[in-house]
């Protein structure tokens, strides 16, 4: 094949929604990703929690490539074995009832959406369908979920917007009180705020969120694409709170870099949706499921506390670089404040010195495989704080 020129190609050639890091991407392995030059760049950003063996981990593609082999896809209009091993993994290890499969996580919110709904409209009649979200949220970028953001920024552009969504502010107890009326169906919400900025919400106010939903028979949907799947030192993030979710999303890192989503049902919530009321062509697709089966594999209690010590470890050196004000985040996701440094110059100064970072509104957010060694770190790590310097 000739050689391209895959930046000018890009530019030219594809829809501009992306502002893209100057850094084409060729072959990774592990936290270690290869640009098309061959120069090497140490991985905090998992292709934003995606890739949480990091790349092309041996035993995932074995897995993926086994599965290539015998069966790519066959729709949702027949079985497949590795779907069912998935959904009976994740319903083991959480309590949780059922999974509906999907491929993202804007996907896995909107059947979250619709089942709150069809949940009220059932019990109740057609008039109990608002859902309270929270300001400064991320669920996705469909219509139904960019309306579920609880950020004008995204709003901005695309009005009208679906009806009957209230956003409350983030640990204010008194305000959910407020938002939540005798017409709402669900509360919905991330543990720690992603896209927003790193954000850990509080014990008390999750708590409180989950009473009134109990009171008032509403269905607590806790958003886990980007928390979940062992990413906070817990399989779910929702662990951390002592709360029983009717509802918990799931996505990006699953799949281990294949797209697949989903949302798992608890009893309250598992029976909702009837054959004909939802459905994806790929969602669940076989691949996809042989990859998340291997990720869900050998994420076992012994790798979970390794995630926790690994981000304790981050912790403690992050809080010694002078540069940094505060840090955010669970585990193996992190929110790093600076104090004088702009978040998207410190990116793509440490892209030039070889280390991927993201960011998350003005914050640094790190992200990294959740297999990384300590000696990756370190050498991640010394870039950052060269960076920060
Ligand atoms: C990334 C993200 C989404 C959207 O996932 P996509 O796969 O990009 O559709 C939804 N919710 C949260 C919390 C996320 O971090």
């Known amino acids: 094949m000739k050689k391209i020129d895959v930046k000018k190609m890009d530019r030219e050639k594809i829809v501009g929604t992306y502002g ?8 990774g392995k592990g936290a270690v990703c290869v640009d098309e030059e061959g120069k090497e760049y ?63 996580g804007a996907e896995a919110n909107e059947v979250a959406i619709k089942t709150a709904r069809k949940y009220s409209n059932n019990k109740y009649g057609n008039d109990i369908n608002w859902i309270v979200t929270l300001e400064n949220s991320f669920h996705g970028r469909t ?24 956003y409350c502010r983030p640990d204010d107890i008194d305000d959910l009180y407020e938002k939540v009326t005798d017409q709402t169906c669900a509360i919905m919400m991330e543990m720690v705020q992603g896209e927003g900025g790193v954000v850990n919400l509080s014990k008390e106010f999750v708590k409180a969120a989950e009473e009134l939903c109990q009171r008032k028979d509403m269905l ?52 909702v949706l009837k054959p004909g ?24 209690d012994a790798f979970l506390t390794e995630v926790e010590k690994k981000g304790v470890y981050f912790k403690e050196k992050l809080s010694a670089i002078p540069e940094v004000s505060s840090i955010s985040g669970m585990g193996l996701m992190i929110g ?16 030039e010195k070889g280390l991927m970072i993201l960011t998350a509104k003005e914050k640094i957010r790190l992200l990294p495989p959740l297999t990384i060694t300590y ?15």
């Open 220 to 271: 607590l949907i806790i958003d886990e694409v980007q928390t979940g799947i062992g990413r906070t030192g817990k399989l779910f993030a929702y662990e951390y709170f002592d709360v029983k979710p009717d509802i918990v999303t799931f996505a990006k890192g699953i799949g281990g870099g294949l797209p697949i989503g989903g949302a798992l049902f608890g009893e309250r919530a598992c029976d």
């Open 336 to 351: 790093v404040e600076l104090k004088k440094k702009n978040a998207k110059d410190a990116v793509n100064e440490a892209l």
């Open 42 to 104: 140490i991985d905090f950003t998992a292709g934003i929690g995606v890739n949480s063996l990091g790349f092309c981990d041996d035993e995932w593609v074995k897995a993926v490539t086994k599965q290539l082999k015998k069966l790519q896809h066959v729709s949702n209009l027949f079985y497949t074995e590795p779907q069912a091993r998935v959904a009976d993994i994740l319903t083991q290890r959480t309590g949780m009832k059922k999974v509906f499969f999907a491929n993202s």
């Open 277 to 300: 009321n939802h459905g994806t062509t790929y969602g669940g697709n076989p691949v996809a499921c042989a990859g998340a089966l291997e990720v869900l594999n050998r994420i076992d």
């Open 20 to 27: 893209r890091f100057d850094l084409v991407a060729d072959h």
């Open 375 to 389: 000696e990756e770190i370190d050498k991640g790590l010394k870039i950052l704080e060269d960076v920060l310097k």
């Open 143 to 166: 219509m139904g979920t960019i309306t579920a953001t609880g950020q004008d920024a995204y709003h901005k552009d695309f009005y009208p917007f679906l009806g009957h969504f209230a």
